[in-house]
């Protein structure tokens, strides 16, 4: 992949979607410069002298995705953790940047990245910032916190008691976390023998520590948070958002709605375990359980969606960004609304003053043209004919795609 920049840019196309709550724009272009958006509006308008244009003929300009939960571990032995554990750091880091790059050609501008092992997502973030390397904005979490035997695995970092899960979270801040994940419950992928998706982990105490730690710098906590009794722990020590939500209650949901709690559903990362998991190499028994929860995991999303719940994109691992989106219109949701989960709702997710996700003024320069209309065929954004992340068009790679 190979990186241009130059002056003040046009970028049009026939449609346009801003991924505010206003109908697509036609025939309309985003004025870019200094890696910002100075205007978005109908291509005659915005046309002046010497502003060299790009146009992308029947395509759609939208704002790059973004994807709330991926470990950046690909479908290999790193994703699952087990055989990749004695691998040292610099490896893992290889990996995480080797991934994060395909993600970029997909169409993916930023990742939040809930759990990486010893951190290495804060490494390569830093790296891709001093030019070392290419790919998306990176949100990070740095080491998820969890109990000793807990479901962090290789991902994360064992404490136990409030104090030594507060001095974990300040652990990740002082190395440069954007925000912090503790573990509330077990999860499909066992990471120790015996653990169920419906074993509560963390304490609400444990958790309150991280929170306090996380919000005195004004920083979010998410907790993957699969089984009911973990969901009420997380949700009663006041974090911001849940990730997965297997066994989500209408009351859960209910309260979330009204206190402001986010849910990350990560749905099709569920059907690919339980369709793709064999030729993923994974263990039977996350096959199984996998598939045991499909349908009270659709159930604990209609809650949410029933509530008016704030939720958003996550693919961990073994799910599909467009599967995912494209996923969220079988409950109903429109297609416009399914890409605002994967654009806007993400960015949301990740901060209440992201200055991407959406098309306007002021925002990064952060969007993708899409061949044809993406809202008759969702489909139509695995054909990504260019991507741009802050100001900065990058020339798709086919050997980042795999």
């Given at each position: 992949?190979?990186?241009?920049?130059?002056?003040?840019?046009?970028?049009?196309?026939?449609?346009?979607?801003?991924?505010?709550?206003?109908?697509?724009?036609?025939?309309?272009?985003?004025?870019v410069?200094?890696?910002?958006?100075?205007?978005?509006?109908p291509?005659?308008?915005?046309?002046?002298?010497?502003?060299e244009?790009?146009?992308?003929?029947?395509?759609?300009?939208?704002?790059?995705?973004?994807?709330?939960?991926?470990?950046?571990?690909?479908?290999?032995?790193?994703?699952?953790?087990?055989d990749?554990?004695?691998?040292?750091?610099?490896m893992?880091?290889?990996?995480?940047?080797?991934?994060?790059?395909?993600?970029?050609?997909?169409g993916?501008?930023?990742?939040?990245?809930?759990?990486?092992?010893?951190?290495?997502?804060?490494?390569?973030?830093?790296?891709?910032?001093?030019?070392?390397?290419?790919?998306?904005?990176l949100?990070?979490?740095?080491?998820?916190?969890?109990?000793?035997?807990?479901?962090?695995?290789?991902?994360?970092?064992?404490?136990?008691?409030?104090?030594?899960?507060?001095?974990?979270?300040?652990l990740?801040?002082e190395?440069?976390?954007?925000?912090?994940?503790?573990?509330?419950?077990?999860?499909?992928?066992?990471?120790?023998?015996?653990?169920?998706?419906?074993h509560?982990?963390?304490?609400?105490?444990?958790?309150?520590?991280?929170v306090?730690?996380?919000?005195?710098r004004?920083?979010r906590?998410t907790?993957?948070?699969?089984?009911?009794?973990?969901?009420?722990?997380?949700?009663?020590?006041?974090?911001?958002?849940?990730?997965?939500?297997?066994?989500?209650?209408?009351?859960?949901?209910?309260?979330?709605?009204?206190?402001?709690v986010?849910?990350?559903?990560?749905?099709?990362?569920?059907?690919?375990?339980?369709?793709?998991?064999?030729e993923?190499?994974?263990?039977?028994?996350?096959?199984?359980?996998?598939?045991?929860?499909?349908?009270?995991?659709?159930?604990?999303?209609?809650?949410?969606?029933?509530?008016?719940?704030?939720?958003?994109?996550?693919?961990?691992?073994?799910?599909?960004?467009?599967?995912?989106?494209?996923?969220f219109?079988?409950?109903?949701?429109?297609?416009?609304?399914?890409?605002?989960?994967?654009?806007?709702?993400?960015?949301?997710?990740i901060?209440?003053?992201?200055?991407?996700?959406t098309?306007?003024?002021?925002?990064?320069?952060?969007?993708?043209?899409?061949?044809?209309?993406?809202?008759?065929?969702?489909?139509?954004?695995?054909?990504?004919?260019?991507?741009?992340?802050?100001?900065?068009?990058?020339?798709?790679?086919?050997?980042?795609?795999?």
């Amino acid at each position: 992949m190979e990186l241009e920049s130059g002056p003040p840019m046009l970028v049009s196309a026939p449609r346009l979607i801003t991924a505010n709550d206003e109908p697509p724009l036609r025939d309309a272009a985003v004025r870019v410069h200094d890696g910002r958006i100075e205007a978005v509006g109908p291509r005659t308008d915005l046309a002046t002298d010497g502003v060299e244009e790009r146009h992308f003929p029947d395509a759609t300009l939208m704002p790059g995705m973004i994807d709330c939960h991926e470990h950046v571990a690909g479908r290999s032995r790193f994703s699952t953790g087990v055989d990749a554990l004695d691998e040292p750091d610099a490896m893992w880091a290889v990996v995480f940047a080797h991934y994060a790059r395909g993600t970029l050609s997909r169409g993916v501008t930023t990742l939040r990245i809930p759990g990486a092992r010893h951190a290495v997502d804060l490494v390569v973030r830093r790296a891709f910032e001093e030019g070392y390397g290419v790919g998306p904005r990176l949100v990070c979490a740095g080491e998820a916190i969890g109990m000793t035997g807990g479901h962090q695995g290789a991902f994360g970092r064992a404490a136990d008691g409030p104090w030594a899960c507060a001095q974990a979270a300040r652990l990740q801040f002082e190395l440069g976390a954007d925000f912090i994940k503790v573990m509330a419950s077990g999860g499909i992928s066992a990471a120790s023998p015996g653990e169920l998706p419906t074993h509560a982990q963390l304490t609400t105490e444990e958790m309150r520590a991280v929170v306090e730690a996380a919000h005195a710098r004004d920083k979010r906590v998410t907790a993957h948070a699969d089984g009911e009794r973990g969901i009420s722990n997380a949700l009663e020590a006041g974090l911001d958002c849940l990730e997965h939500g297997i066994y989500l209650t209408a009351d859960h949901a209910r309260y979330m709605a009204e206190h402001g709690v986010a849910l990350v559903p990560t749905l099709d990362c569920m059907l690919g375990i339980v369709h793709r998991g064999h030729e993923f190499g994974l263990e039977p028994s996350w096959i199984d359980v996998a598939d045991e929860i499909l349908d009270v995991h659709r159930r604990s999303f209609q809650h949410a969606l029933d509530a008016g719940v704030l939720f958003a994109t996550g693919t961990d691992s073994y799910g599909d960004m467009v599967n995912e989106i494209a996923y969220f219109t079988t409950f109903g949701v429109d297609p416009y609304r399914a890409i605002q989960a994967a654009t806007r709702d993400a960015a949301a997710v990740i901060s209440a003053h992201a200055d991407f996700g959406t098309l306007e003024a002021g925002h990064s320069a952060d969007l993708i043209a899409v061949a044809g209309d993406p809202l008759d065929d969702l489909e139509r954004l695995r054909d990504v004919r260019t991507v741009m992340l802050r100001g900065a068009t990058h020339v798709l790679d086919e050997a980042a795609l795999g």
